[in-house]
């Protein structure tokens, strides 16, 4: 925890301006959240700036429609950086730095990794007085990285509030990056229930191309080789041999859509998935799927499945992460193993071939996701942990000039 001699200006009344930097405003699990987030935040306790250092993304015109600046710093992708690139990415940051500058925000919010640390490192130099950080996925990619620990520790220092979307990610960032239990605050992701339907929507599987089918399985993730597309592909084979009437949606994008595609092909039941690629109605979406499966190989927080318990479908989830918090086992879905195409594979077999238990999985689904997980709770979270971070440091600092 920084000092707090090392806090900027005096207090200031409400609404409190917070900057809020995120590497990317393309559709996924986080971008979304933030955009919610912002929906329903109090504008008279609050005025959110949002600040993308990558480039323009869907998500940034549903921040717009919610009357929320945006401001876009064009930073290229750390991964697919030259070193041509180096001088366009100093100025990049520069042009950053002068916008953290300019705005003068009571407190800076940094959203997944690049967004934090960066953000940390340039609102500290800048006396930001309150420094916020997010942890939104597990840190395995970090494991191999010993540089990007560093800096991530690093900036640790810098900061007065870590916010976890899930005990499975907070447990992961107490473990790599050495944090304490009491630096790091839990506030789960949301859902608006109110969104979505239970009724299986007839016409929307007519719009889907899936007239014919029956039952309609979804997978909703963006197609990355961690969300578990290949081991779900190995296990429909099975689910089709029992159900040949059956057919899986892909919804969602990414750089493994050529490779499952390729593999859908070669399949014995080519024509029983569609991908859908990414999309923004997704509440149509799953009203058109009789359950959904999320086989993902780890997991922090899935908005896919808060999303499918919203729809009252149950889930066959895989038992990583934060998935375990979100889906109870037997009761609103099943858990099954990571990496286990038979397992999962026998779980939706089960479900398609019990109704009656499903049904009654997915009425608990929506219930929980009302109750545990509900739209306006986060928010409402959000607020308190932003109002209490201001409170410390005017606190702070009335004391230190009542003793000057």
């Known amino acids: ?73 064009g930073l290229p992708r750390v991964r697919h950086s030259h070193a041509g690139d180096a001088v366009d990415i100093i100025a990049r940051l520069s042009r950053f730095v002068r916008l953290l500058h300019r705005e003068r925000p009571h407190i800076a919010v940094g959203l997944l990794y690049w967004a934090y640390v960066i953000t940390t490192f340039a609102a500290s130099a800048l006396h930001v007085p ?23 520790r690093l900036a640790n220092r810098l900061t007065d509030v870590i916010i976890a979307n899930a005990e499975a990610v907070k447990t992961d960032a107490m473990r790599q990056e050495g944090l304490s239990p009491d630096r790091i605050v839990v506030i789960h992701n949301g859902v608006d229930v109110s969104r979505f339907r239970t009724d299986i929507d007839r016409a929307a599987r007519e719009r889907l191309g899936l007239g014919g089918a029956q039952p309609v399985v979804g997978v909703v993730a963006n197609l990355l080789p961690y969300k578990g597309h290949r081991v779900f592909l190995d ?56 359950l959904v499966a999320h086989p993902a190989l780890e997991e922090g927080s899935a908005n896919a499945i808060l999303e499918a318990m919203a729809a009252g479908r ?43 238990e499903a049904a009654a999985f997915g009425r608990a689904a929506r219930h929980r996701a009302a109750t545990a997980y509900g739209m306006d709770d986060m928010i409402r979270a959000y607020e308190r942990v932003f109002l209490d971070a201001w409170s410390r440091v005017t606190d702070a600092r009335t004391m230190a000039s009542g003793a000057a």
Request: with cysteine; hydrophobic share 50%; aromatic share 4%.
């Open 314 to 356: 149950p889930v066959v989830a895989t038992a990583v992460g934060g998935n375990v918090e979100a889906v109870t086992d037997r009761a609103t879905g099943l858990l099954v193993p990571p990496s286990d195409p038979a397992s999962l594979a026998n779980a939706i077999c089960w479900l398609l071939e019990h109704p009656a």
């Open 130 to 152: 309150v420094i916020v950080s997010t942890r939104l996925s597990l840190g395995l990619y970090k494991e191999k990285r010993p540089l990007l620990r560093a800096i991530e």
């Open 1 to 73: 925890m920084r000092p707090e001699s090392r806090r900027g200006r005096g207090t200031s009344v409400l609404p409190l301006k917070v900057l809020f930097v995120i590497n990317s405003l393309e559709i996924g699990g986080a971008e979304m959240q933030l955009a919610e987030l912002l929906r329903g935040i109090n504008r008279e306790h609050f005025h959110p700036v949002v600040c993308c250092l990558g480039s323009r993304g869907p998500v940034a015109d549903m921040l717009q429609r919610a009357a929320v600046r945006v401001e876009f710093i």
């Open 235 to 290: 296990a429909w084979a099975s689910v089709v041999a029992r159900h040949p009437r059956a057919a899986a949606i892909f919804v969602g994008d990414g750089p493994l859509r050529a490779e499952l595609e390729a593999m859908v092909r070669a399949s014995a039941a080519p024509d029983s998935i569609v991908f859908l690629g990414t999309r923004r109605d997704v509440a149509d979406v799953l009203s058109a799927v009789d």
